[in-house]
Structures are given as structure tokens and as C-alpha cells.
């Protein structure tokens, strides 16, 4: 599975206006085109900064959709005035396990960095043997998720919680470990940010709960 991550900062006041035009706008579009997986929106109301990420089937169907990319987010910066597109990213899933089905108002903790591309694969088998079953016992745990980009060496680490507590008392479990992942994959150090999902909208397959 691929994703494509669009990092877009909107005034915090428009944050509904944002969130509604993702639902109408651009799930529709991206539900046409064929290999679509899901989509996900990303949100903190305080800052108004966000991620809209749609997830596909292949590498050949993520490419596929960029046209649809570009339009959809051409028309979120003249809907929402104010919208900012930040930068677009795109990621192979090495790693999605849900142990619930998604929901919109779960907490996301989003951890980014950059380290080598020749250690991806070993931070992966880091994160799922020494991480995953750290976060599956903690309360609240729902889901984890790890995207990687080979060329370049940067990774995605997402990690979905019922609540904000339960991130927050997650943190403290796993900050170290999280942390010896960035290590294994040649990392220096860790962007971390804290998100509500505000949409989430996926194929029945991807919204069932795995164990993988």
C-alpha cells in the first residue's frame, strides 16, 4: 500500500470549512479513481495546521491518481481561503496494524524523520519487534502505522489513540523507543505532532481490524 500526504496549514477559523470540503471534495474524486484505499484527515484546530492523506493499492495507482492530487488540492486552496499547501509527500506502508475499526476524534500522534535509506527495513523490524507490542498493551492503543520513502531515506510513524490522555500517558512509555527507532534508521532526531482525525473514510478491507 502507498499513500500521498498533503501538508496544508489553513486559518484556524476555517478548520470546518476545510474539514468539509476534504468530505465533499476530495474523497469523491479520489473514490472515482481506481486503487483507492481510504482517506484520512488530519487536523490540529488550534493552529490550523493539517495532513489529508489518501492511501492506494499500488505505486502504479498512487501515480495514476496525480492529476487527481493536483486538482483536488488546487480546489481546496480556492475553497478555503487562506489554505496554504505546505509540501506533498508520498510513502510506501510498511507497517499498518488496527486494532479498531477507525473512527474520526481519535488522536494521532505523528512522528517524522529522516535517516538512511539502506536502514528503513531494519527501523521497520524495529518498530514492529520491540514497538508494537509495547503500544498494543497500552490503554487506548487503536492503531499504528509506518510509511517510508526509499529513495530518501524519511519516514512516517503514526501511532491513533482514543483519547489525548491515552496518547499522552502513551508517550511516556514509548518515547524511548521510539527514539532507538529513529537511531536504527540513521536518524538524528524526531519531529513529532499531535493531530484529532477529523475524516476517515476507508474501503471495508482497510477498515477492519488486523493483526499484521
Request: aromatic residues 8%.
Amino acid at each position: 500500500m502507498f499513500i500521498r500526504a498533503t501538508h496544508l496549514h489553513t486559518p484556524p477559523d476555517k478548520v470546518d470549512q476545510t474539514i468539509e470540503n476534504f468530505q465533499k471534495q476530495v474523497i469523491p474524486s479520489a473514490r472515482s479513481t481506481p486503487g483507492f484505499f481510504g482517506a484520512v484527515l488530519l487536523a490540529d484546530r488550534k493552529t490550523g495546521t493539517g495532513i489529508g492523506i489518501t492511501y492506494w493499492e499500488t505505486a502504479k495507482a498512487l501515480s495514476a491518481s496525480e492529476e487527481v492530487g493536483i486538482r483536488t488540492r488546487t480546489q481546496a486552496a480556492n475553497n478555503v481561503p487562506g489554505t496554504q499547501i505546505v509540501n506533498v509527500e508520498r510513502y510506501e506502508m510498511v507497517i499498518l496494524d488496527r486494532s479498531q475499526p477507525p473512527k474520526p476524534g481519535e488522536f494521532v500522534h505523528v512522528n517524522t524523520f529522516n535517516g538512511n535509506p539502506d536502514d528503513i527495513d531494519a527501523a521497520a523490524a524495529f518498530v514492529r519487534n520491540n514497538v508494537m507490542p509495547v503500544l498494543k498493551s497500552l490503554k487506548g492503543y487503536r492503531a499504528i502505522a509506518m510509511g517510508v520513502d526509499r529513495q530518501t531515506g524519511r519516514s512516517t510513524l503514526s501511532t491513533m489513540w482514543d483519547t489525548l490522555a491515552d496518547l499522552e500517558a502513551s508517550d511516556r512509555n514509548v518515547s524511548d523507543l521510539r527514539n532507538k527507532a529513529a537511531q536504527t534508521a540513521g536518524a538524528d532526531d524526531v519531529q513529532v505532532e499531535i493531530f484529532e482525525a477529523a475524516i476517515f473514510d476507508f474501503t471495508l478491507a482497510a477498515a477492519a481490524p488486523s493483526g499484521s
